[in-house]
């Protein structure tokens, strides 16, 4: 699992799928099913996309889970915060699909001001979302945002 953030423009995704094209890693990600429409939809879903209708993301977690028991490998790339506008508290189903799936999580942060990709720690979930979240919160807080007004941590509230 690739947690991948701050997420404040749409040059995050550019960036992100050419590192991982860069690095010859075939990965999954989650997207909003808005941005999948024809043509755009077919290069989305060949890239590894996976649409998710935020309005009704029941049952997301479960489907996730369920790929990545039915593939020998899988790594799936998410924006904890799930949206370019300011947001807290973030999201944690990527925490609860790693947890379950019981795969690594690897922090990758784009830092626009020093222009470049900051590999964080690996750990797995124990299942205390809490605790995790504090690691996902400190070490992002130390990444600057292309956008920096559009990323909230717990101290800023």
Known sequence: MLAIAPHTSNWDFFLGVTLLFALRIKIRFLGKHSIFVPVVKQLLELIGG???????????????????????????AVAPEG?????????????????????????????????????GPVF??????????????GFFSTITAKYPENVVFPKDR
């Open 83 to 119: 949206t370019r506008s300011p947001k807290f508290p973030w999201k944690t189903g990527f925490l609860a699909i790693a947890h379950q799936a019981k795969a690594h999580i690897i922090l990758i942060g784009f830092d626009y001001e020093r222009k470049r990709i900051v590999f």
């Open 50 to 76: 996976i649409p998710v209708n935020r309005k009704s993301a029941r049952g997301v977690v479960g489907e996730v889970v369920s790929q990545f028991n039915a593939q020998e490998k899988m790594v799936l």
């Open 124 to 137: 797995l979930s124990q299942g205390n979302f809490e605790n995790d979240m504090q690691k996902v919160y």
